[in-house]
């Protein structure tokens, strides 16, 4: 079985691999820095409003600019009305809902700006530490500092993937970014450095059995036994994100559509980064003894 296996050598064409790769980043990465995220009132600071009311946006409106309210976005679903706007007293607020007699409020949320930046310290300082404690966790681990960063390399291309999408989803969408979004970006860091942790131990072991064989060659015979086993995981996974997807509710929607994004994602980058960067580091290393 294993002499079959070794028939087929993914390993060699970890150059196309890296090639998709940036065909996918680069587009995101573009957009990022030169849009970059829709904020929402999380980390900007404001109100956020759900209203159920029959009216249209320009009542709204208008009903806003009487009351001195300054709203950011709007938008309708069923006569649902959600509103984003600046930092509102509760008195401000009263006088703009008493001017829909009709309106039923189903939330009524204030952020101060204060807090906004402090929640975009903190995610900064979550990812930071996560990476950070990963890395070495895997290099120890492995008893090798190239496992570790290849892992965290792995992980940052999953990270410049779903941040990219959603540049471009707020970009031509008007998609905001908000809590749930960091913790979906926590969430698939995680799920990306599990898989690739399967890969690599696989790797380990062989290395251990068949130690006079070529890196690549481990490296191949890896990938292909643990191939199966992490597609399959991963379609479980993506069938159950798609219908609570296509099912779910307004508010869970980009939070549900980042998972599935990054398990994508990740499920590639276990694979077809991960190891790709060992094998890539494994050649100038030896290029550079030789």
Do not use: C
């Not at 130690?211 to 159950?240: C, H, K, P, Q, W």
């Not at 296509?246 to 939070?255: D, P, S, Y």
């Amino acid at each position: 079985m294993a002499n079959n296996l070794t028939i087929l050598q993914p390993m060699k064409y970890i150059y196309i691999y890296f090639l998709i790769s940036l065909v996918v980043i680069i587009p995101g990465s573009y957009s990022l820095i030169i849009n970059r995220l829709k904020p929402s009132i999380d980390f900007t600071g404001g109100t956020h409003i759900v209203w159920q009311l029959q009216a249209s946006q320009a009542d709204i409106a208008q009903a806003a600019k009487d009351v001195g309210v300054e709203i950011k976005s709007i938008s309708n679903k069923e006569n649902v009305w959600s509103i984003a706007s600046t930092p509102l007293a509760q008195d401000t607020y009263k006088n703009f809902l008493a001017k829909f007699a009709s309106a039923k409020e189903l939330s009524f949320d204030t952020v101060g700006p204060s807090l906004g930046s402090e929640l975009i310290q903190k995610t900064v300082t979550a990812i930071a530490l996560s990476a950070t404690l990963i890395m070495l966790y895997v290099a120890y681990r492995f008893k090798n500092i190239k496992f570790g960063v290849s892992a965290i390399l792995a992980m940052l291309h999953d990270s410049l993937v779903l941040l990219g999408v959603f540049s471009l989803l707020g970009r031509y969408m008007a998609v905001e970014v908000d809590t749930l979004f960091v913790t979906a970006l926590l969430t698939i860091l995680s799920f990306s450095v599990h898989d690739t942790i399967v890969v690599y131990d696989r790797i380990r072991e062989l290395k251990k059995k068949h130690g006079y064989l070529d890196f690549e060659e481990i490296a191949n015979r890896a990938v292909l036994e643990t191939m199966g086993r992490s597609i399959n995981n991963s379609l479980t996974i993506i069938f159950m994100l798609l219908a609570m997807y296509l099912l779910g509710g307004e508010t869970t929607k980009w939070f549900i559509f980042a998972l599935l994004i990054g398990t994508i994602s990740g499920t590639y980058s276990s694979t077809f980064t991960a190891v790709p960067i060992l094998v890539f580091w494994d050649k100038l290393a030896k290029k550079h003894l030789g």
